[in-house]
């Protein structure tokens, strides 16, 4: 497994929309996975996108974000040609990050609940659901695929803060009505 240096905003490849990645048993898909995984923990996020580290494919990482009941940690979730869908509408303000933006956060409005589906890494269907935090990650990550950073998605670009006014952001959050909308 090798570190990827991650892409930052303003290089054309996050501007992208990414392809399909075809035959993930491919053995440059099976490095890109392991390195996707090393990177993301490495630089302490919760999700990474393939266009993140310059390749403009539609493959996500995400953290499992519930711990495993057997006290395991649960590998993390890979989802190859990932599809995403509001499981009732609902949505949520929340403050996120990116690796491609250090530095910042902001807080953007999601579905607070999606259904997913996708292929798993030998190209077997896979889907769920998810909410909470997973659900934020993965339209976060999906979003990427398409050439959409966070900001884009922002109402209200005065919610945009450094990481060291966090705590601003949230107290704001809070203020205007418990961030649920
Ligand atoms: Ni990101």
Same mark, same amino acid.
């Given at each position: 497994?090798?570190?990827?240096? #991650? ?6 490849? !996050? ?8 035959? @993930?048993?491919?053995?440059? #898909? ?6 996707? /995984? ?6 302490? +996020?919760?999700? &990474? ?5 310059? %390749?403009?494919?539609? !493959?996500?990482?995400? $953290? ?6 057997? +006290?395991?940690?649960?590998? @993390? &979730?890979? /989802?190859?040609?990932? %599809? &995403?869908?509001? !499981? ?12 491609? /933006?250090? +530095?910042?956060? *902001?807080?953007?409005?999601? =579905?607070?609940?999606?259904? =997913? ?6 190209? *077997?269907? /896979?889907? *769920? ?11 976060? %990550?999906?979003?990427?695929?398409? *050439?959409? !950073? ?9 919610? $945009?803060?450094?990481?060291? %006014? ?7 959050? $809070? ?7």
């Amino acid at each position: 497994m090798t570190l990827r240096k #991650i892409a930052r905003l303003g290089h054309p490849v !996050l501007r992208t929309r990414a392809a399909p990645v075809g035959d @993930p048993t491919r053995s440059e #898909i099976v490095r890109l996975v392991a390195d996707m /995984i090393e990177t993301m923990h490495d630089a302490g +996020g919760v999700g &990474l996108a393939a266009p993140q580290v310059y %390749e403009p494919l539609r !493959l996500v990482v995400a $953290l499992p974000v519930r711990p495993d009941p057997g +006290g395991e940690v649960a590998a @993390p &979730l890979v /989802i190859v040609d990932p %599809e &995403l869908s509001p !499981l009732d509408g609902e949505e949520e303000d929340g403050v996120e990050g990116c690796l491609s /933006i250090p +530095g910042l956060r *902001g807080v953007v409005r999601r =579905w607070r609940r999606v259904a =997913w589906r996708g292929r798993d890494r030998d190209g *077997g269907p /896979i889907g *769920g659901t998810a909410d909470g935090l997973l659900a934020r990650v993965l339209q976060h %990550e999906v979003d990427h695929l398409d *050439g959409i !950073l966070y900001p884009m998605r922002m109402h209200d670009l005065g919610l $945009l803060a450094m990481d060291s %006014e966090l705590a601003h952001l949230q107290a704001r959050m $809070l203020s205007e009505g418990n961030g649920t909308r």
